[in-house]
């Protein structure tokens, strides 16, 4: 049945119309901001997961920060330390060339004595931003650990997230190594033989804490380049959940252009159909 009453025709283009032109403005929003789903009413559920890896990524690019500068700390400290090794092999090598009675053990023992404080300002400069490694206090403030933030820890979707730390003990060249009272002062090939003892003690000393503040330099470096991998892995993540991919947008945005006109031409030919009733009553 006609009716000039009700046009059943043009209600419907008109729905199809207005579907395609709604789709085509979300596609053509998608595409100018690049992003798929940027409000919540795009996709609710992917938006929260996008929402909560973005602000961990955010997270972990301040754990970077922290742990390049953990790094400056402990490789200042490690290459302080690696010096005082070779200053300890320094001295040695005055120790042993003491032992011979026809040598002058004072101006050995001023050598030493220049080369112990040369270690003592080795030590009292190794610092990085007010923390030194090889003090016995670190930072003033009777600490003995550098805690650098490493890691958080999230537990399920929405859980917990905990702060995971390394923590770097000093090595306390300041108290283990106070040559001054340490090593014998020499003065003949006895008190050269003594001092031998002494430095081989020291020396030992040293190496161990060299070792240990390189050992704890490479763990932070390689815990820097895993956080790094981390940000740009869950980065791309989000990128995949939340971007527009281009070239469907593209394809999908020529399709609606031609829903489009097709539906514009539907009511046209459904808005001339009453005028055909005409026709009847001529």
């Avoid at 119309?17 to 085509?24: E, I």
């Avoid at 302080?80 to 090794?85: D, K």
């Avoid at 040559?179 to 050269?192: G, M, N, R, V």
Wanted: aromatic share 2%; proline share 0%; hydrophobic share 45%.
């Amino acid at each position: 049945m006609s009716s000039i009453l009700t046009n059943n025709g043009a209600m419907v283009a008109l729905q199809t119309l207005k579907s395609v032109n709604d789709s085509l403005d979300e596609t053509q929003s998608a595409i100018s901001t690049g992003k798929e789903v940027g409000k919540a009413k795009d996709n609710a559920a992917v938006w929260a997961i996008s929402k909560t890896m973005e602000s961990d990524i955010a997270g972990f690019e301040a754990i970077e920060e922290g742990l390049a500068i953990g790094e400056a700390t402990v490789g200042v400290a490690s290459a302080a330390s690696e010096q005082i090794v070779e200053k300890l092999k320094e001295i040695k090598e005055l120790v042993v060339s003491a032992q011979s009675e026809n040598v002058e053990h004072a101006t050995i023992q001023n050598d030493i004595d220049s080369k112990v404080a040369q270690i003592d300002s080795i030590i009292s400069a190794a610092q990085f931003n007010g923390a030194n490694l090889l003090r016995s206090d670190i930072d003033g403030n009777s600490t003995t650990s550098l805690g650098v933030l490493a890691s958080l820890d999230r537990q399920g979707a929405g859980g917990t997230v905990t702060a995971v730390e390394i923590a770097v003990a000093t090595v306390d060249f300041e108290g283990n190594l106070d040559l001054s009272a340490s090593l014998t002062s020499i003065t003949d090939s006895a008190t050269a033989a003594l001092a031998l003892d002494d430095i081989e003690v020291l020396l030992n000393v040293a190496i161990e804490g060299a070792a240990s503040l390189g050992a704890a330099a490479a763990r932070l470096e390689d815990q820097s380049d895993f956080v790094s991998k981390l940000v740009d892995s869950m980065t791309m993540g989000v990128s995949t959940m939340t971007d527009t991919n281009m070239e469907e947008a593209s394809a999908r945005l020529q399709a609606l252009q031609t829903q489009q006109e097709l539906a514009v031409q539907s009511l046209t030919i459904a808005n001339e159909a009453p005028g055909t009733l005409l026709q009847l009553f001529q």
